[in-house]
Nanobody
Framework: VQLQASGGGLVQAGGSLRLSCAASGRTFSRHDMGWFRQAPGKEREFVAAITWRNGVRLYADSVKGRFIISRDGATNTMYLQMSSLQPDDTAVYYC???????????????????WGQGTQVTVSS
């Protein structure tokens, strides 16, 4: 079971990036999925989540209105469209999935049991 995050990079403030998280080894069609991030010297924090049952989304206040989480069941891929990026968004972004048939959405890191390796997002001022 693997989650592979990609799409990070260097972008200027105000720019956009789209992160992808490809799942392999099993289907995550019945798993809630989410994005977390960790900035240098800080703890990992919740960014966004999306449920498997009905696509309900949950966002951290810091990204609400700027980021959009989505998922494609046909390709077992989750996305994070990030717009109006700011230097404070600089972090390693991780994708994660809960156990099967989870009733979310949740921002609790402990509820996510599958994790990707992270992709670096750097926003320059």
């Amino acid at each position: 079971v693997q989650l592979q995050a990609s799409g990070g990079g260097l972008v200027q403030a105000g720019g956009s990036l789209r992160l992808s998280c490809a799942a392999s080894g099993r289907t995550f069609s019945r798993h809630d999925m989410g994005w977390f991030r960790q900035a240098p010297g800080k703890e990992r924090e919740f960014v966004a989540a999306i449920t498997w049952r009905n696509g309900v989304r949950l966002y951290a206040d810091s990204v609400k209105g700027r980021f959009i989480i989505s998922r494609d069941g046909a390709t077992n891929t989750m996305y994070l469209q990030m717009s109006s990026l700011q230097p404070d968004d600089t972090a390693v972004y991780y994708c994660a999935a809960t156990g099967p048939a989870y009733r979310g959405p949740t921002d609790r890191e402990s509820e996510y049991i599958y994790w990707g390796q992270g992709t670096q997002v750097t926003v320059s001022s």
